[in-house]
């Protein structure tokens, strides 16, 4: 048992041991998980690949190194397969490059790869892994990810010109390696749809102490010092979730009309007025709007930041019932020390039910958003309507209602005044 510097207390246990257990009373005993290579064939009862599945389902993170000087143990293989992670069917391969390895280490066999910190993947997507300097990469073994599942994302792949193949094998060509290029991914991740975490990393030997300052030499290239150490600090720091990790504070929505200057503002969350349950169609009279504020935070280490959303990226709000009637950017509009502040507006559509504001963000190398919060919208009450003369469509209505009653009431006056006269003697009319 043993204390790190960044506040994690260790515990080492060989997978034969019979008291290991990953869960007790069906709670997990542990946080994070790191799987070094092993000689043996198998790792027990106590990490088969249905209990360390579970343990991903239950929020736990695992780092599993391999090398190419030790055989995959059938467990691993299978746990890799489930998530779509396919390695070599010899489980002796190694990865190897004749254009970008260290002349000084691997001058005849090439083994030890020089590779560039990873850039980031897409542009709307964040890199924990970037930075200056070479990592040091030695008897690498090489990971082919499925293109069937969304949640696999390669860390670090190997160099257009690295391929993979079974060193045990003496023969000067590779006929059918196993994978070539960009196929290859060294480091591979998989972050479940409960955010927990799952890397390869195809090298154990890229974390040893020898390479996280050693000085190398690439063919044709000057001496650099590598930088095994922010890699390895990064990398784990991924894992077990330092970095990456999103978190939602306050979610506020409310009419667009309730300003400061208006009486009442400094409690809108007493009077009713801050989150209310229910709106009206086309709310409201003044300007019919709706106002939404989201505050976010990222984890750093130890601390909380506000979150950047990258230019080429959005984070977008939905306003839905069965499917969304409006979907629209979330727009930075304040900070606090360790939160972002994103808010919209917009028009309320012209139909009741039961709505929900939804953000749903969902990248890579970030820990899954998505957030609900129910109104009803309901539609004009009987005293709610304008009235019919606020209508400019319906004066010529009215004109007309009233130019008939002016216009009967004429034709009874003029009748009663135009009375025929009667003779005194006859009491006839007369013609």
Same mark, same amino acid.
């Given at each position: ?8 207390? #260790?515990?080492?246990? =060989? ?6 257990? #990953?869960?007790?009373?069906? +709670? ?7 799987? %070094?290579?092993?000689? =043996? ?30 055989? $995959? ?11 779509? /992670?396919? %390695? ?7 990865? $190897? ?27 709307? $997507?964040?890199?924990? =892994? ?8 030695? &008897? ?7 293109? !069937?599942?969304? #949640?696999?994302?390669?860390?670090? *792949? ?11 094998? +003496? ?20 972050? !479940?749809?409960?955010?927990? &975490?799952?890397? @390869? ?21 000057? +001496? ?21 990790? #999103? ?38 009279? $003044? ?16 601390? %909380? ?6 230019? !080429? ?13 409006? *979907? ?5 509009? =304040? ?18 039910? /039961? ?10 190398? %970030?820990?899954? @958003? ?16 304008? &009235?019919?003369?606020?209508?400019? !469509? ?38």
């Amino acid at each position: 048992m043993g204390k790190t510097s960044r506040g994690y207390q #260790l515990s080492f246990e =060989s997978p034969k041991n019979d008291r290991l257990s #990953l869960f007790q009373h069906g +709670e997990r005993l542990f946080d994070h998980i790191i799987l %070094l290579p092993t000689q =043996s064939k198998g790792l027990g009862p106590s990490l088969t690949p249905n209990l360390l599945l579970e343990f991903i389902k239950t929020n736990g993170n695992i780092l599993l190194t391999l090398s190419a000087d030790s055989p $995959v143990p059938s467990a691993i293989s299978s746990l890799l397969l489930e998530l779509d /992670i396919h %390695l070599p069917p010899d489980r002796t391969s190694l990865v $190897v490059d004749h254009f970008n390895y260290d002349t000084s280490s691997a001058n005849d066999k090439h083994d030890v790869l020089l590779l560039p910190r990873p850039s980031a993947l897409r542009p709307d $997507v964040p890199s924990f =892994s970037g930075g200056d300097g070479v990592v040091a990469f030695p &008897r690498g073994v090489a990971q082919a990810l499925g293109n !069937a599942s969304p #949640l696999l994302t390669p860390i670090l *792949r190997a160099p257009e010109t690295a391929y993979s193949y079974n060193s045990r094998e +003496e023969t000067e060509t590779v006929e059918e390696p196993f994978a070539v290029g960009s196929q290859i991914s060294l480091v591979s991740s998989m972050q !479940a749809r409960n955010s927990a &975490r799952f890397t @390869v990393l195809g090298s154990v030997e890229a974390l040893e102490n020898k390479w996280f300052d050693a000085k190398v030499r690439a063919p044709e290239a000057k +001496e650099a010092k590598t930088s095994n150490r922010g890699f390895a600090k990064q990398l784990s720091a991924w894992t077990f979730m330092e970095i990456g990790v #999103l978190e939602v504070g306050k979610v506020e929505h409310h009419l667009s009309t309730i300003t400061e200057s208006q009486p009442g503002n400094n409690s809108v969350a007493q009077t009713g007025y801050l989150n209310p349950k229910i709106y009206r169609i086309k709310n409201d009279v $003044v300007s019919p709007e709706v106002s939404l504020q989201k505050q976010m935070s990222e984890y750093s280490y130890d601390h %909380l930041t506000p979150f950047t959303v990258s230019k !080429a990226d959005a984070l977008q709000v939905e306003f839905t019932m069965l499917s969304p009637f409006h *979907r629209l950017n979330l727009q930075p509009v =304040s900070k606090t020390p360790n939160s972002t502040i994103f808010s919209t507006t917009f028009r309320l559509p012209d139909q009741h039910g /039961i709505f929900a504001f939804r953000v749903n963000y969902k990248r890579p190398f %970030l820990t899954n @958003v998505d957030v609900k919060r129910e109104v009803t919208v309901r539609h004009f009450a009987h005293d709610e309507w304008p &009235r019919s003369w606020m209508i400019s !469509a319906g004066w010529v209505w009215i004109a007309g209602i009233w130019v008939t009653v002016v216009g009967w009431m004429a034709f009874v006056a003029l009748w009663l005044w135009s009375e025929p006269a009667y003779e005194s003697n006859r009491g006839k009319k007369m013609q």
